[in-house]
């Protein structure tokens, strides 16, 4: 019998989750059907429990439900629960189990994909919103040497901060209080540059040999990469890496299988 996947958002049709799980079917030769499921922004468990009772093994959950996931699991990961947010389901017997794979997937962008080792970099996190909660841990997990979250609103990365700081060395920063500070990782995780926003970055932020990252794809990110390049930035990438990682991550939650990325990440580049 064809197992049943989706991803559930609102808007939904862009989502590139149906070719990605696609190539993880045919390289793992799975039986599996992946579609998109649109959910009504005040509907989002009815939409869930339909597709579940209809014999669904899972579900990946993008904007703006991940909250929403993460109060309908009743079972939920670590990663899952320091995020507060989950963007992977998984129907196991009478459970829902929540998981957040978003942290996993940057981590293995960046180190493997990208051979960039974050352990003992100096890391800059850029926002305090729910993508820079989702991958918090795993960073911290990885030791840099420092981990510093900056943010227009400090009181949203000081509380951040102050949250994740009991599991390693985390700390919030006002852009203004960056001073001259350079750092080896630059992560981009606000959404301000879809709106022509930029980040007041000071001129030497980027130190020699380091990376510019942000976690979104394709044009949405070059405003900011662009932006990086100008300040000094050595390498730049955009999320797509993250994006195809992330979902791996949840392809191995749901069937205990890790498929191969590079080749689907390629796939991607060439289609784009």
């Not at 962008?109 to 890391?123: L, S, W, Y």
């Not at 991550?249 to 796939?267: C, D, H």
Request: include cysteine; charge should be neutral; glycine fraction near 10%.
């Amino acid at each position: 019998m064809t197992d049943r996947y989706a991803v559930v958002g609102n808007p939904v049709a862009h989502s590139l989750s149906p070719q990605i799980h696609a190539a993880f079917a045919r390289q793992t030769g799975a039986d599996l059907e992946y579609t998109r499921l649109l959910a009504p922004l005040n509907g989002f468990a009815d939409c869930v429990k339909t597709f579940r009772a209809k014999g669904g093994r899972g579900v990946n959950v993008t904007l703006p439900f991940k909250l929403d996931a993460w109060q309908l699991a009743t079972r939920r990961s670590e990663r899952a629960e320091q995020a507060q947010a989950v963007n992977t389901l998984h129907f196991d017997g009478a459970q829902i189990a929540g998981d957040n794979t978003d942290g996993a997937g940057l981590i293995r962008d960046i180190e493997m994909n990208r051979g960039f080792a974050i352990a003992g970099k100096r890391v800059l996190l850029l926002g305090a919103g729910g993508a820079a909660r989702g991958v918090l841990l795993p960073l911290i997990e990885r030791q840099p040497a420092a981990l510093i979250i900056a943010n227009r609103t400090f009181d949203k990365a000081h509380e951040l901060a102050a949250h994740f700081s009991r599991w390693g060395n985390c700390t919030a920063q006002q852009y203004t209080e960056l001073g001259a500070a350079a750092f080896d990782l630059v992560i981009n995780a606000t959404s301000a540059s879809v709106a022509g926003v930029l980040p007041p970055l000071h001129a030497g932020v980027f130190a020699p040999g380091s990376l510019a990252y942000d976690m979104m794809y394709g044009e949405k990110a070059n405003l900011f990469l662009n932006f990086a390049r100008d300040l000094g930035a050595a390498q730049s990438t955009d999320g797509l890496g993250m994006l195809v990682e992330q979902a791996a991550e949840s392809f191995f939650v749901w069937r205990g299988l890790r498929p191969q990325t590079a080749p689907v990440i390629a796939l991607l580049r060439e289609q784009a």
